[in-house]
C-alpha cells in the first residue's frame, strides 16, 4: 500500500481528503500518467477550468475523454460546451447543441468554424430538423469530403428534404467544382426521381465528350430507362455511339427527334441505314406517298429506289413519277460519265500498246571495235592470252545488240 493510499485512509475529513486526492493526481500528472491523474481529479473539488487548463494542451486526448464524462455526470451542460470549444471538439459542440434543441446555434456555429466535416455523422438527424438552414449552411462552408455524406443521404425519402439535398448537391456540382463520380450519379438518380426536367439540363452540361464526363454512362442509361427518361436516354445511347439503337427508342416518341439523331453520324452509309429506319417507321404499311417523298427531301441520301420496297406492288406509279424521273436522270449522268471515263481508259490503253510494240523493235548495233557510247559502262574487248578459250568462229565480227534504253521493258514482254 503506498503513501497516498495510506493517507486516503486516515483522512479525518472531505477536505483532508480532497487535498490527499488533489496531490495524488498531481504526482501522476507529473509522472505523465495523465489518464491516471484524469481519473483521481474527478473525484477532487477542483475548478473545472483550473483542471482543463492542465490537459488542454497534452497531445494525448483520452484524458480529454474522462474529464467530459465527469462534466456530463454533473450535468453541467454549459461547461461541458465550452471545454468541446476549448478542446476544438467541433461534433461534442454540435451534439450539445441539438441536445439542447439549438438548431439556429449549430448552423451559426457550423459557418464561423467552416467545419462542414465534423457534421457527417449527425447530418440526417439535421436535415429532419433544419433542412433549410442546414443546406445554406454547407453551402457556405468550405469544400468537405461529400462522398463521405452518402450513405446518409441516400437514405433520406421526405420529399421535402430531398429537396434540399438536390440543391446542396447543385452547389456542390456547379459552383465548387466537384468531380466525384459517385456524387454526380447520385445526383443524376435523384433527378430521376424527382426532378426529371432537370436531366437534361446535366447531361448537356456535362457535354458529348465519353471521356470528359463526370458520371458514369452505363449507369446513368440505367437509370434513366428505369424511370423512362426517353429523351435523357436517346442522347446517353448517342453518348455510346449506339445510333440504331438511339434512332428506334426516338421514333417510340419523337420522329422529328429521330431525325435529328440519323443525321449526326459522320459516316455516310451509317447515317443511310439510319434514316431507312426512319422510313420504314413513317412510311411501312401506311403507303404514305406525301410522306416519302418528304424523306427524299430531307436527306439527299436517300433515293426513290431504297423507300419502294415498303410500298406494296399495287401502289400507283404515277406518284412516284417525278422522283423517279429524277432518279433515273442521275442515273444516266452516271453511266455517261462511265462511258467517257471507259473510253479514256481505251485511249490510253492503246496508247500504251503501240509504245510496248515500238519498245520491242528498238535496238542499236554496234561492232566489238566501236567505242562503248556510255563513258561510265565497260569497255568491249576482245578476249586474249593464251589462257583464253579460243573462239568458236575463228577471227569473226562479233556484233554485239544493246537495249540500253528499254532493257527492263524487253525482259518482261520477251518472256
Not at 134 to 156: E, F, H, N, V, Y
Not at 193 to 221: C, F, R, W
Not at 288 to 306: G, R, Y
Not at 336 to 354: I, P, T, W, Y
Amino acid at each position: 500500500m503506498g503513501y497516498y493510499e495510506m493517507a486516503e485512509i486516515h483522512a479525518v475529513d472531505n477536505d483532508s481528503l480532497y487535498k490527499v486526492l488533489e496531490s495524488k493526481a498531481l504526482k501522476a500528472f507529473e509522472d505523465k500518467k495523465y489518464v491516471e491523474a484524469a481519473e483521481i481529479y474527478a473525484d477532487t473539488e477542483l475548478a473545472f477550468e483550473k483542471v482543463c487548463l492542465q490537459f488542454i494542451d497534452l497531445e494525448d486526448k483520452r484524458p480529454i475523454i474522462t474529464i467530459q464524462k465527469l462534466i456530463a455526470q454533473h450535468a453541467d451542460p454549459h461547461n461541458l460546451a465550452q471545454f468541446a470549444i476549448a478542446n476544438e471538439d467541433y461534433q461534442e459542440v454540435i451534439e450539445q447543441h441539438i441536445s439542447a434543441e439549438k438548431y439556429l446555434d449549430v448552423s451559426i456555429y457550423c459557418r464561423s468554424k467552416k467545419t462542414l466535416n465534423c457534421i457527417i455523422s449527425i447530418v440526417r438527424f439535421l436535415l429532419n430538423n433544419f433542412p433549410k438552414r442546414l443546406s445554406r449552411l454547407m453551402a457556405q462552408g468550405r469544400k468537405p469530403d461529400i462522398s463521405k455524406l452518402i450513405p446518409t443521404l441516400i437514405t433520406i425519402e421526405s420529399p421535402a428534404h430531398i429537396i434540399e439535398i438536390i440543391k446542396y448537391l447543385e452547389y456542390a456540382i456547379y459552383n465548387l467544382g466537384e468531380t466525384n463520380q459517385a456524387i454526380h450519379n447520385f445526383l443524376l438518380r435523384l433527378y430521376c426521381e424527382h426532378q426529371p426536367e432537370k436531366i437534361m439540363k446535366y447531361l448537356e452540361n456535362e457535354g458529348t465528350d465519353s471521356t470528359l464526363v463526370h458520371y458514369d454512362i452505363y449507369y446513368a442509361l440505367s437509370v434513366c430507362l428505369d424511370y423512362q427518361a426517353k429523351t435523357a436516354s436517346v442522347f446517353l445511347y448517342c453518348l455510346l455511339e449506339l445510333w440504331p439503337t438511339a434512332v428506334d427508342l426516338a421514333l417510340e416518341f419523337d420522329v422529328k427527334f429521330a431525325k435529328e439523331i440519323a443525321s449526326k453520324p459522320k459516316d455516310e452509309e451509317l447515317k443511310s441505314n439510319l434514316w431507312l429506319k426512319v422510313a420504314c417507321h413513317e412510311i411501312k404499311d401506311k403507303t404514305d406517298v406525301k410522306k416519302a417523298l418528304e424523306l427524299l427531301e430531307e436527306c439527299d441520301l436517300l433515293k426513290i429506289e431504297d423507300l419502294l420496297p415498303f410500298f406494296s406492288d399495287f401502289e400507283r406509279i404515277d406518284d412516284f413519277k417525278e422522283p423517279i424521273c429524277k432518279s433515273l436522270k442521275e442515273y444516266n449522268q452516271k453511266i455517261q460519265e462511265l462511258q467517257h471515263d471507259m473510253e479514256e481508259c481505251s485511249k490510253q490503253a492503246d496508247r500504251v500498246r503501240n509504245d510496248l510494240q515500238n519498245i520491242r523493235t528498238r535496238c542499236i548495233r554496234i561492232d566489238a571495235n566501236d567505242a562503248t557510247r556510255d563513258p561510265a559502262a565497260p569497255p568491249i574487248a576482245k578476249p586474249a592470252g593464251p589462257n583464253k578459250r579460243p573462239p568458236t568462229k575463228q577471227h569473226t565480227p562479233q556484233k554485239v545488240a544493246l537495249f540500253a534504253d528499254c532493257f527492263k521493258v524487253t525482259r518482261i514482254f520477251s518472256t
